[in-house]
Nanobody, 111 residues
Framework: QVRLVESGGGLVQPGGSLRLTCAVSGSICSIYRMAWFRQSPGKERELVARISSSGSTNYVDAVKGRFTISRDEAKNTVYLQMNSLKPEDTAVYYC?????WGQGTEVTVSS
């Protein structure tokens, strides 16, 4: 059983930063692409960023230049550095690997 645990969410003012962490039990996800999704109230879950096993990355246009996804294989961890946060970034953020999902961490951007 693979377990993904997200952390690092919280309340931040517009323009602020947060770093989300996804800790993965075991090393199985090291061979898979990993991704961060988010879901806002009343909206469908959407892809935010993904990173391949070799480290190549992709981002949705809305976060390009503001968010950075990275992975640390030694720690079985994936990160999402979020800068210049906007109110529209408010959502529950989930990490995923090969259709395994975490429980999510909530991010609220508000003054």
């Amino acid at each position: 059983q693979v377990r993904l645990v997200e952390s690092g969410g919280g309340l931040v003012q517009p323009g602020g930063s947060l770093r989300l962490t996804c800790a993965v039990s075991g090393s199985i996800c090291s061979i898979y692409r990993m991704a961060w999704f988010r879901q806002s109230p009343g909206k469908e879950r959407e892809l935010v960023a993904r990173i391949s096993s070799s480290g190549s990355t992709n981002y949705v246009d809305a976060v390009k230049g503001r968010f950075t996804i990275s992975r640390d294989e030694a720690k079985n961890t994936v990160y999402l550095q979020m800068n210049s946060l906007k109110p529209e970034d408010t959502a529950v953020y989930y990490c995923t690997c090969n259709n395994w999902w975490g429980q999510g961490t909530e991010v609220t951007v508000s003054s």
